[in-house]
């Protein structure tokens, strides 16, 4: 069982940054592809980046790319770190993972198998 934990949300302005984490449990986590998604009040969860195994191989949704970057380390954990915040980047946001091991960075939300509880990111104009 993996269980995953998410952090460093808040409330920011517009062209603000954050760092969001992810904290991973199981012994198996460096095999794992991760992801980060998002939900806004209204809207159905939307893929916001993802990093494979190994870290070689990362997707982003068009709408972050230039400002988001996902990353990872050997600790379990995961990051996103956001800048150029946008009035439409709130949302909550969720860490997933996927247990099998692929070659490239996964983008459907429905590979992954694990998820966090999510953790609320407001940017103000």
């Known amino acids: 069982q993996v269980q995953l934990v998410e952090s460093g949300g808040g409330l920011v302005q517009a062209g603000g940054s954050l760092r969001l984490s992810c904290a991973a449990s199981g012994r198996t986590f460096s095999s794992y592809a991760m992801g980060w998604f998002r939900q806004a009040p209204g809207k159905e969860r939307e893929f916001v980046a993802g990093?494979?195994?190994?870290?070689?191989?990362l997707r982003y949704a068009d709408s972050v790319k230039g400002r988001f970057t996902i990353s990872r380390d050997n600790a379990k954990n995961t990051y996103l770190q956001m800048n150029s915040l946008r009035p439409e980047d709130t949302a909550v946001y969720y860490c997933?993972?996927?247990?099998?091991?692929?070659?490239?960075?996964?983008?459907?939300?429905?590979?992954?198998?694990?998820w966090g509880q999510g953790t609320q990111v407001t940017v103000s104009s």
């Open positions: 990093i494979n195994w190994s870290g070689s191989s």
């Open positions: 997933a993972a996927d247990p099998q091991i692929y070659g490239f960075a996964i983008t459907s939300q429905y590979e992954y198998d694990y």
